[in-house]
């Protein structure tokens, strides 16, 4: 009599999606595609940088808008995305 034994891989596969540096590769790119997106069209757009919310202008000045009230108060992705 003989047994058949499935095989299986034994590397470990990631969806992209579950994998926090990929899923944090693909936030960067699609910010970086809309900021770039916003320059093409002379839109101005709003970003948070070293604890103020900025604004960029389509001239390139860049203006403070205000400071954040707590800047430890951002759940890490891990933690935003692994909620129960």
Do not use: W, Y
Request: a positive charge; one cysteine or more.
């Amino acid at each position: 009599m003989t047994t058949h034994v499935k095989k299986i891989s034994l590397a470990k596969r990631k969806d992209p999606l579950t994998d926090f540096a990929n899923l944090a590769a693909i936030g960067r790119q699609a910010s970086k595609a809309a900021r770039e997106k916003a320059k093409a069209k002379g839109i101005s757009f709003t970003f948070a940088h070293e604890g103020f919310i900025k604004r960029q202008h389509p001239d390139g000045k860049i203006e403070t808008v205000r400071a954040l009230a707590q800047q430890d108060s951002f759940p890490t992705l891990e933690q935003d995305l692994c909620r129960d």
